[in-house]
Structures are given as C-alpha cells and as structure tokens.
C-alpha cells in the first residue's frame, strides 16, 4: 500500500516494497562506496544519485548505496545497544528481546534521493526492533528541537541530509537532545560502522534477512503515523523557536512577544520574503509562525523537492530573492527582508533592502552573524546587567565580532570549524559561570541561538525583527559605541554601525582550494615557507602597519597558541591561523585554513580590519600563494 504525505501529496512509501530486495553487493563493491563517503562528526556525506553525478536530481541510487544506508542504520542502532544490532545477532541470526524499546526520530530533507533512504532507514530500524517516529521530510531545526524539548521521547535522532552539497549529494547527521553528537560520540559512532564494514561480511544479508521477514504492520504503523507525528513535531518547534526569541520557557512570556510584535507590526507593517528554492524549509513552521508575529510573509518556490538554482545560499544563489524582493518594495514599502535557506534549511542567508536607495543587496554571511551576536548580546545584556557574558564562534569568524562583544564586555571564544566543536565549548562555558545566549559559525552566516543547537534561519529573522522593533537593543549598541541613537531604527544604519571588515567568502571561489599533500606535510611546509617570506616582506607589511604574528591552532572545542606540531594532534587536520599584529600587539588581521571533513576542498580565508581593498588582495594573494606552494614542494 503506497502512504503519501498529506501535505504535499508526496509519496512516503510503499510497505509492500522492501527497498533492500535485490542482489546483494559484494564486499569490494561496498568498499569502493564507502570510499568516497565522508564520515565526520557535522555528518556522512557522499554523491548518493545512481550516475554518479553530483549534479543529478534523479531519486535513484545504486544497491551498494542503498545497503551502506541500511548498515548505518544497523551502526546506530548498535550504539544505542538494541539487542538485535550487536554482533552476535548478526552472527548468529538470535538475539536476546528486550522489553524496553529504543526510540529514534527519522527526517529527511528534500533531495531527490533523501525517500528512498528515509524508506531504508525506517524499515531497517523498525527491523531491528527500535521505535521508530518517522517525521518524513522536515527541516532540520525542527528535528533536533523535538529531541531538544523532549529528549526523553527520542534516544537518537536519524536525518538524512547533506545540507547545503549539491542535489545529487546525501547523507546522515545524528545526535540527540537538540544537537549533533559530539566530537568523541561521532567518532565512536564512525568506528562501529566501519567494524561491521570490514569484518562483518554477513551484516548485509541479515539486514536483507530482518526487513523480508519481519511483520509487515510493524512498518505499516509507523508510515501510518507520519501525519501525526509531524504535526505533534511542528507544533513543538513553534514553542521553541518562541523559546529561543524570547528567551523564556514560560507561555506567557510567547504571548507578551508575541503580542509585542503584533502592535509594533501594526504600526509599522514589515513583510518578508521567503526564497525556499524547495528545501525542507517549505514543509515548516515559517509562514505560520511569522504571520503570527505579525509580519507579512511571500513564500516562492516552497513545494518541497522545487530546486531551481544551486543549494548553496551563497552569492549567485541569492539573486532570485534580492530581484523578487526589489519587485514586492517597488509595490509595497513593508517588504525588506527575503532568505533563502539550504537543502535542509538550518541556514539562510540574507537579502534586504537599502531603504537610502530603495534596491535590494545580498547581507553577506559575516555581516548576517554580526548583527545577530549584537542583537542577542545587547538583549541578554540589558536582561542581565552584571552577569559573565559570551559569545562562541569557529575559528574563521571575522574579528569584527570580537569588537562588538566589547561592546557589551562580553568574551569571544573561538574554536575548530563545526557545529559540534561550538555547541559543547559553549556548554562548557556556561559550566564555567558565562551566559553564552549565541554562538556559532559566523563564516557561514550560521548563528546558533540558545537553548537551540542547530542553526535555524528563522531564528536569525527573529533577532533581526528584534533589532528592529525593539528599540531598546538597538539603542544600547549604539550607546556602547559613543553614538547618537538614529531616531528611525532601520537596517542600513545597523549595517553602517558595524566594524568594518573585508573578508573572504565561505564559499567564493577565492575561499576554496585544490590540495594533494596531507594536512601535516602540507602544515609543516607551510610554516617554512612562511618564516622565509616573513623575512622577505618585512618592510611591505610594516608598510601595512604589519609588526608581527601569532599562530592559533585549533582543535576541536580547543585552541592552541604556538607554531609547529607540538601544537597539532591525531590527523593534523584542524584549523590554523595565522593572527597579524600592528605595533601595539593588536591583531588587525588574519590569515586562515582548513580542510573540509565535509566536501573535498580546503578552505581560506583572509579577514582584514578595514575597507582597504589592495591590502586584502595582497594578504590573499600571499597566503594562497604560501598553500599552493606547500603543496607542490
């Protein structure tokens, strides 16, 4: 019997079809696949569409991908320590019940490919014996703040995403209580799966074996169960995004901010535009809850699967909003914000109108989390006059975060790239006695707003809408820095507020590199070929104001001071930064890199104080240079 969803009439699928019933692969096949997947603690990824194309929209995928989908359901399962999945069930096809159930919350995004893995995941855990709640496609946001609120109705959670890769992309996050696994979690998690790959020749069969023979209502129920999981799920995620906003669990407290926004609105209309280009953002909470808000809210291309441009919301990808958008102003004044997030909308960027010249212009993604550390830092400041504040944020956020966190005498932590690495460095400054109400990834544009921990675009416009409509955030910024309070609270004076910083995009094509050198070869001759020109570029980078460096190495939730291996560990692969100093010992700009764990590139960037364009293409030009030539030594 074929299930379909109600919202969008899409198929969930067909309990009838096993989608594990095919000739099974051989070891080497499998191998190969596993092969180009990777496997890191922000999650699994790997071009999933059959040809092979990275490119492909087509909801195919080859049976080696489909069965290495399955054993990750079978790694997972084992993790939490469902009989069924240990080793010696596997073995012997016997297993020990167990009268209590482990529960796991299934999602996917809005790929192609991400129902056919969806289907495998569920029927493969159910298999196995897990309760399975299954939520089909839903934003990722909404997942983790499911487990987040409830943890105790979800041991794990299982989303099949590859974020912001392109659509022939897929992939796996897991964790629990709102978050990611951490560092040490994934890496255990990572470790069984390839155990069973390499030494467990017979775990395909007896998965194939489990979902032949098991029960067919078993499966039956939980497809039959999607709709009311989904709304029991969506509803949860309005409460705890009015959670995050306004800072408080209590109900009445929603209402008042609710209700806030409602008067402010009434009095000054402003209507959002919401570019979803077919993310698992089209199947949420958006319209519903921001109209409820008060805020008049367009959505286009919000059909789940409806992808017409690249995922990635960066640059080019944003043209479609700010066009559409500069249409809605030209007819109706209140339209000033648009977002267009990724595939499995944990991240949007922005796009707003310049009210001096009434056209639209791309927020560029620092200039995104800029505004939203102030906005969340000044509010949990004028909350908390006398606390220990702070802000966590990975090591290629510009810097121009570290003077706004001045201005309310709050600290910036840094830490290595990752959702992960920020989310529990905050925990462990909150044990520490710090308030740490934002934090995240601010070279992507993606904040985290507490208690949430996961990126979530909708927070991001609510801490806009909070700078906006409430004055009294505003106002303590521009107090902090000395300046008159502008009468009129709009974006292009917040913008024109901040500390002015040229940096390279995440995802420009200036921000990415080729690299074929291992990360402690290529490190280690970089720090040569550094030193050398050093000496060579003196009086160039005393020029500059340029006196002298500090390398920062990160780690993980750690941060090391110090150049060489003795402040590297394990593969070498973390983040390293090489910090400028001016005369007085002050960094004014830096230079920094990293290799995806996500995709196949390595990642630079350069972030210089200052609008001076020559300066930052010189630092650039140096610093790609100083890679490029580490690698061909």
Request: glycine share 8%.
């Amino acid at each position: 019997m074929l299930f379909y969803d109600s919202m969008h009439h899409i198929i969930i699928a067909d309990d009838q079809i096993n989608p594990l019933a095919f000739p099974l692969p051989s070891q080497t096949e499998l191998h190969q696949e596993l092969s180009t997947m990777i496997l890191s603690s922000s999650g699994w990824r790997k071009v999933f569409a059959k040809s092979g194309d990275e490119e492909d929209a087509g909801c195919e995928v080859s049976n080696p991908s489909a069965m290495l989908t399955a054993l990750a359901a079978l790694a997972l399962a084992r993790k939490l320590g469902v009989p069924s999945a240990q080793k010696e069930a596997v073995r012997t096809g016997k297993y020990a019940n167990s009268e209590i159930q482990t529960t796991i919350l299934v999602g996917l995004d809005a790929r192609p490919t991400g129902r056919i893995l969806g289907d495998i995941v569920c029927r493969t855990l159910t298999a196995l014996g897990c309760k399975v709640r299954y939520l089909f496609i839903c934003a990722a946001p909404q997942i983790m703040a499911d487990c987040n609120l409830h943890p105790n109705e979800a041991d794990a959670f299982f989303y099949v995403s590859a974020s912001h890769n392109p659509i022939g992309h897929n992939g796996f996050k897991f964790g629990k209580d709102g978050g990611v696994y951490s560092l040490a979690e994934a890496d255990e998690l990572a470790e069984i799966y390839k155990d069973i790959l390499t030494q467990e020749s017979g775990a395909p069969s007896y998965l194939q074996h489990l979902t032949e023979t098991m029960d067919p209502t078993l499966y039956r129920k939980v497809l039959e169960q999607v709709d009311y999981e989904r709304t029991r799920s969506l509803e949860r995620y309005e409460t705890f995004v009015l959670t995050t906003a306004a800072k408080s669990t209590d109900a009445s407290d929603h209402d008042r901010f609710r209700q806030g926004l409602l008067q402010a609105h009434q009095k000054e209309a402003l209507s959002v535009l919401g570019e979803l280009n077919g993310s698992a953002r089209s199947a949420s909470i958006d319209k519903h809850l921001l109209s409820s808000l008060g805020l008049k809210v367009m959505l286009i291309n919000n059909r789940p699967g409806d992808v017409v441009h690249a995922i990635v919301p960066e640059g080019e990808n944003l043209e479609l909003c700010r066009t559409t958008l500069e249409e809605l102003y030209a007819k109706d004044h209140s339209y000033r914000l648009g977002y267009v997030p990724d595939n499995d909308g944990d991240r949007g960027n922005l796009v707003y109108i310049s009210e001096q010249s009434g056209k639209a212009h791309i927020l560029e993604a620092q200039s995104v989390f800029a505004l939203v550390v102030l906005a969340e830092l000044s509010q949990t400041r004028l909350q908390n006059p006398e606390k220990l504040l702070a802000t966590v944020v990975n090591g290629p956020t510009s810097m121009r975060i570290e003077h706004i966190a001045q201005a309310f005498d709050a600290e910036v932590f840094r830490c290595e790239v990752g959702e992960s690495n920020v989310v529990e460095l905050a925990r462990m400054k909150r044990e520490q006695g710090y308030l740490v109400p934002v934090l995240g990834e601010g070279s992507n544009g993606g904040n985290i707003t507490h208690p949430a921990k996961v990126r979530d675009p909708l927070n991001t416009l609510l801490s806009l809408v909070k700078l906006l409509r409430n004055r009294d955030i505003a106002k303590l910024w521009f107090l902090a820095l000395g300046k008159q309070v502008p009468r009129f609270i709009t974006l292009d004076s917040l913008i024109a507020s901040l500390p002015v910083y040229t940096t390279t995009g995440s995802f420009s094509k200036e921000g990415k590199m080729q690299v074929k050198q291992s990360h402690r070869i290529l490190k280690n001759r970089y720090e040569v070929l550094f030193l050398s020109d050093w000496e060579l570029r003196k009086n160039e980078l005393s020029a500059m104001g340029i006196c002298s460096y500090t390398i920062f190495q990160t780690e993980g939730t750690n941060s090391y001071e110090g150049m060489g291996e003795a402040f590297r560990h394990g593969a070498f692969n973390g983040g390293y930064k090489v910090a400028l100093k001016n005369k007085d010992g002050v960094i004014t700009d830096y230079l920094w890199m990293r290799g995806s764990k996500t995709e196949p590139v390595f990642r630079v960037v350069v972030d210089c104080q200052g609008d001076d364009e020559s300066r930052y293409e010189y630092l650039l030009a140096w610093h790609r240079s100083l890679i490029q030539r580490a690698d061909e030594a």
